[in-house]
């Protein structure tokens, strides 16, 4: 964060995406490395996190701590989180679009607000 506050130009914005720790990828993950991959003496939370995902330094934030991290090297900070199917309905995919096509656009943003995947984030005014 100090690097990216460091690196902006005078009107310049920090935007990006982090993994959303309060996603529902969290228990799916566990369910998966803990329960199914009997990996629970072994595998820390991170740890089963980040095996769920894209790579060794894949890393989850609640949105509250990122955008608390973000005001202590920005003067403005804003999360916002945002998901895929998936993330509202963890079935396979037949099942998935059965219940998809049930909840109106409304009601997905809704909950997708809350519970997915993404955690998108942008911050300007250096401090």
């Known amino acids: 964060m100090r690097n990216a506050s460091g690196w902006l130009k005078e009107g310049g ?18 369910v998966r490395d803990w329960l199914i ?6 595998h820390s939370v ?9 790579g060794f ?8 701590q990122w955008r608390d991290l973000l005001l202590a090297f920005f ?10 199917d998936v993330d509202l309905v963890p079935l396979p995919q037949p099942a998935r679009a059965m219940v998809w ?9 809704r909950v997708l607000g809350r519970i997915g995947h993404f955690l998108l984030f942008r911050a300007d005014r250096p401090r």
């Open 13 to 30: 914005v920090f935007a990006g995406m982090v993994y959303h720790r309060d996603s529902t990828r969290l228990p799916v993950a566990l």
């Open 37 to 42: 991959g009997r990996n629970w003496r072994s």
């Open 46 to 54: 991170d740890e089963a996190l980040c095996r769920s995902t894209d």
């Open 57 to 64: 330094s894949a890393r989850f934030y609640p949105a509250d």
């Open 75 to 84: 003067d403005d900070a804003q999360t916002f989180v945002e998901g895929l």
């Open 101 to 109: 096509k049930r909840l109106s656009p409304a009601a997905r943003r």
